[in-house]
């Protein structure tokens, strides 16, 4: 195995997505491996590779590591995102935690009945722009700085600009009342780690279809 990180994910969004992100905005290149069979699946786990039996896993510095969250800690605290102290720590994760909320609205949307659809888009428009882009849009507005914490990059600027993105596809005109946010997106875009990820070719996977959802159904189901 080389030096790079090695992702274990279905060739799609999912819960890898925000990890991609924040490996991409670190600079940090990575190899991936793409499950397409229940079977790939099952012997990940009888062979010890999956803690508590679930993906994602990311190889990384020795490490099989499992959970998200854990992951994402790591790769942040890894490569200087996580904050200089205690306290900026605490708003980063603060920070993140409310965008994960949002995320996992967008994570599940794909997967929604057909006759639930339009109500669970207009509940993320709902939520998106009443409860958590004004946050957002406040305190980028209080402070007058380009990032969220510190006046530096973060991970939680990286999850931000995600969730911007994610929710623009679902909501073209999302931003429309928030201008700090329309001026943190483009700033965030700009920066040339995130630049080169949001290039065609990069391993930033397109938003989930019909072929997606039935290999996540296939591949987990009991």
């Known amino acids: 195995m080389s030096g790079k990180p090695r992702l274990t994910y ?104 057909p006759d639930a659809k339009e109500k669970n888009l207009e509940s993320i428009k709902e939520r998106a722009t009443n409860r958590y882009f004004p946050v957002f849009e406040k305190v980028l507005k209080q402070h007058g700085q380009d990032f969220l914490v510190g006046n530096k990059f973060s991970w939680a600027d990286v999850q931000l600009i995600e969730a911007i993105l994610a929710v623009e596809e679902k909501v073209p005109a999302v931003l429309s009342g928030f201008p700090q946010l329309q001026v943190f997106k483009t700033k965030m875009s700009n920066m040339p780690t995130i630049k080169k990820f949001l290039q065609p070719g990069s391993p930033r996977k397109p938003p989930p279809d019909a072929h997606y959802v039935e290999t996540v159904l296939k591949i987990f189901k009991k």
């Open 10 to 113: 279905l060739n799609g969004r999912g819960r890898m997505e925000s990890i991609r992100w924040l490996l991409a905005a670190a600079g940090v290149e990575f190899e991936e491996v793409y499950l397409e069979t229940k079977e790939q699946y099952d012997k990940l786990i009888k062979d010890g590779f999956l803690l508590f039996q679930q993906v994602p896993l990311v190889e990384i510095d020795g490490m099989k590591m499992v959970q998200t969250r854990a992951i994402m800690s790591y790769i942040a605290g890894k490569y200087n995102l996580h904050g200089k102290d205690l306290k900026e720590r605490a708003l980063i994760d603060m920070y993140v935690e409310g965008i994960s909320d949002l995320m996992q609205m967008i994570l599940m949307f794909p997967f929604s009945p």
